[in-house]
């Protein structure tokens, strides 16, 4: 799943096109470094999941491909060839899209951008979906990163969360996928799962390294208003009172996956060396990025927009001949500095303060040296009076430390 920004909703009349877009990023740097294309099919719901999502009925694909091939071919020329180092197919559920589909998708982002030669194309996979002769004809179409929604390997875990697979599927994607040749995989673990113990997940992370793949997430689960588990007193409940098994459950998995050779780059992500996710690192640093498809986000020359949410409306509003754009957000030089902070601090490269001081104009005053020095005496982060890089125990506070080191508004 990618990464959602934040935005500020606008009226409809104020809907930003994009002539509106490219006024106000006017003199900002507009390369595109990277594509997301948001799926919003699933084969069920999942009672956590608060993304763009639709559950899937076969006869829609054909005319949603033909929305997204549009949206696509309307996109602004803000990518010089060669420019594209990632793109990232997501959802929602790609795999449910036949393999026809999939390639009208990848002809259509290679015809408009002319990626790089070495991009990174990755694509979301259900473990249900995920047969050796689909996978192989995914690297076919030149498909290199894949991601697989494990969750668990506990069917108890996976009834809990309402995932539509077994663990033996599971295992069985993760087999098909190496046997099919991908040598860069990411693997999905989520922990907090209402009603399971916390050891379940620690089983989870141990069988997983047992995999080697080249890269894993974890995810606590999260429960969001909008959400069938939202709406569900009694998970609320389990949830609220699960906060410090939880963070255990995190910092247990990290030493673990630590020790087992995994580098902890980013709160939830941790990889082999140098297998990064590339999508993850482009976003992270601030390069631009386009979105396509319901609810997808963007990130283009100092403006975040997002795509309509809801199918019908995304299709009505291509079909009208205009971007599908519900919101936008033109952000300002305090917004900007904090939420470099913010991207920063998530990763454990950390935040360099010289470089940061000086891209936004922010003085490093001694109220956040001595925040910094506190940090370092609880072990929370580590600190050498230039560069502040929060340990796996700072990451569970990761949005408060940010709070106390952001700008403050005038």
Do not use: K
Not at 108 to 126: G, K, M, Q, T, Y
Not at 261 to 271: A, K, P, R, T
Not at 319 to 340: L, S
């Amino acid at each position: 799943m990618h990464i959602p920004d934040r935005t500020i909703p606008v009226p409809a009349a104020a809907r930003p096109g994009a002539d509106t877009a490219e006024r106000l990023s006017r003199g900002a740097d507009s390369t595109v470094r990277a594509l997301y294309v948001h799926i919003p099919f699933c084969h069920s719901i999942c009672p956590f999941c608060a993304f763009a999502v639709h559950g899937n009925r076969p006869r829609l694909h054909g005319p949603f491909v033909d929305s997204l091939i549009r949206e696509i071919s309307m996109a602004a020329p803000v990518s010089e060839p060669g420019a594209v180092e990632s793109i990232y197919i997501g959802g929602g559920t790609p795999s449910t899209l036949a393999l026809a589909h999939l390639e009208r998708i990848l002809r259509a982002l290679s015809d408009r951008f002319r990626p790089a030669a070495d991009v990174e194309i990755a694509l979301e996979v259900n473990p249900e979906d995920g047969t050796r002769v689909y996978l192989g004809a995914l690297r076919g179409l030149g498909v290199n990163r894949m991601s697989l929604g494990v969750q668990s390997l506990e069917d108890a875990t996976l009834r809990a969360l309402g995932r539509g697979h077994s663990a033996l599927q599971a295992e069985s994607a993760y087999a098909a996928s190496v046997a099919a040749g991908f040598d860069n995989v990411n693997v999905d673990l989520m922990f907090g799962a209402p009603g399971i113990e916390p050891d379940a997940f620690r089983h989870d992370v141990a069988r997983v390294a047992e995999w080697r793949p080249a890269h894993v997430s974890l995810y606590g689960l999260d429960i969001e208003e909008r959400t069938l588990f939202g709406r569900n007193a009694a998970v609320r409940a389990w949830s609220a009172s699960q906060r410090d098994l939880q963070a255990g459950q995190y910092l247990v998995a990290a030493d673990a996956l630590a020790a087992a050779g995994y580098e902890h780059y980013e709160v939830s992500n941790f990889c082999q060396p140098g297998r990064q996710g590339r999508q993850n690192l482009r976003v992270w640093s601030g390069a631009a990025y386009l979105g396509f498809g319901p609810g997808a986000h963007s990130w283009i020359g100092g403006v975040r927009r997002a795509n309509e949410r809801h199918l019908a409306a995304y299709a009505r509003r291509i079909a009208q001949g205009e971007p599908p754009v519900a919101f936008a957000e033109a952000v300002d030089a305090r917004q900007a500095a904090n939420e470099r902070l913010m991207l920063d601090l998530r990763q454990r490269s950390g935040l360099d303060v010289a470089a940061w001081c000086a891209r936004h104009g922010v003085p490093w005053d001694a109220c956040r040296t001595a925040i910094c020095t506190e940090l370092a005496q609880r072990a929370l982060a580590t600190w050498d009076g230039t560069r502040l890089s929060l340990t796996a125990r700072g990451m569970l506070l990761a949005d408060e430390i940010t709070e106390r080191l952001m700008v403050a508004p005038e």
